[in-house]
């Protein structure tokens, strides 16, 4: 009897001590320094790019980022524009949601 009634108290503490391991586990990450912004490429392009991105609700494909660069709607254009999104996205400044949809990533 006294043994399960060690047992039932050692199972009565193992939440405490889970939840505390998680209270100290929050607070270490929470002590960290967060992780710098990463850069943004100096070609004008990107700005452009970024501010397409600021104004929209919505995410974008390479077609929808030409038109307000006032690019014409050409394949090569397309081309370039998808390219700079994809360095965007492997830098972390966007996501793709999709293949080819870019977004701004949520905080």
């Known amino acids: 009897m006294r043994e399960q ?8 503490h193992e939440p405490g001590r889970a939840a505390e391991e998680v209270r100290i586990t929050r607070t ?3 002590g960290l320094p967060a992780p710098p912004a ?9 700005q452009q790019i970024m501010a397409v991105f600021t104004a929209a609700e ?3 494909r390479a ?4 038109e307000p660069m006032d690019l014409a709607v050409a394949p090569n254009n ?9 360095r ?13 949809l870019f977004a701004q990533p949520r905080p």
């Open 5 to 12: 009634v060690a047992q039932l108290t050692a199972q009565l």
């Open 28 to 30: 270490t990450l929470l």
């Open 38 to 46: 990463p850069k943004l490429p100096d070609h004008p392009a990107y």
């Open 58 to 60: 919505h995410p974008l």
């Open 63 to 66: 077609r929808q980022v030409c």
């Open 78 to 86: 397309m081309h370039n524009v998808r390219l700079k999104l994809k």
């Open 88 to 100: 965007l996205a492997g830098r972390g400044i966007l996501t793709e949601t999709e293949p080819g």
